[in-house]
């Protein structure tokens, strides 16, 4: 027995793998991400030595991607990301770095933490700093180190 869907069932099945087609190829070519970085600044730890923080913005004016390592040219150093979430900081592998967004790290909040720097690093020593990406690869970042701003006080005038 020979099913004969019609003319209106042939149309329905050939529209359902053009779509098809069109998602798989739309998922498979997607725009590629253009990442920069902005006011990138390595600020030493205010309150711990021989630690630093870096701030800077992630732009992306293109598809998403994944910032999914950081290292410095430092000796000894450790470098990891630390991400703010639920008002509470967390040390994360990777960071998602969404299409067509700005991500920030600043201090306060996420940000780049250099540990463990040997005591001959001070301010306006030269450090660098590279972000490695999934399909962005490596941006390296030629930063000085920079002393904290002033912290806020709790005193009030009256």
């Known amino acids: 027995m020979t099913i004969n869907p019609g003319r209106q069932g042939k149309f329905s099945i050939i529209a359902s793998v053009v779509f098809l087609g069109a998602?798989?190829?739309?998922?498979?070519h997607s725009e590629p991400?253009?990442?920069?970085?902005?006011s990138p600044k390595a600020i030493l730890s205010p309150v711990i030595y021989g630690e630093a923080m870096v701030?800077?913005?992630i732009r992306n004016d293109g598809g998403a991607d994944v910032l999914k390592g950081v290292s410095t040219d430092i000796?000894?150093?450790?470098?990891?990301?630390?991400?703010?979430e639920d008002k509470r900081m967390g040390q994360v592998a990777t960071v998602d770095i969404n299409g067509g967004s700005s991500t920030v790290f600043k201090l306060g909040g996420s940000h780049?933490?250099?540990?463990?720097?040997p005591r001959t690093l001070v301010e306006g020593s030269p450090i660098?700093?590279?972000?490695?990406?999934?399909?962005s690869g490596e941006k390296q970042l030629h930063l000085k180190l920079e002393k904290a701003p002033a912290m806020p006080t709790d005193e009030h005038k009256d």
């Open 128 to 135: 660098t700093l590279t972000l490695v990406f999934e399909k």
């Open 33 to 38: 991400p253009r990442i920069s970085i902005e």
């Open 112 to 117: 780049v933490m250099i540990e463990d720097m």
């Open 23 to 28: 998602v798989i190829l739309a998922a498979c």
């Open 55 to 57: 701030a800077m913005t």
């Open 75 to 84: 000796p000894g150093a450790k470098v990891s990301f630390h991400v703010m």
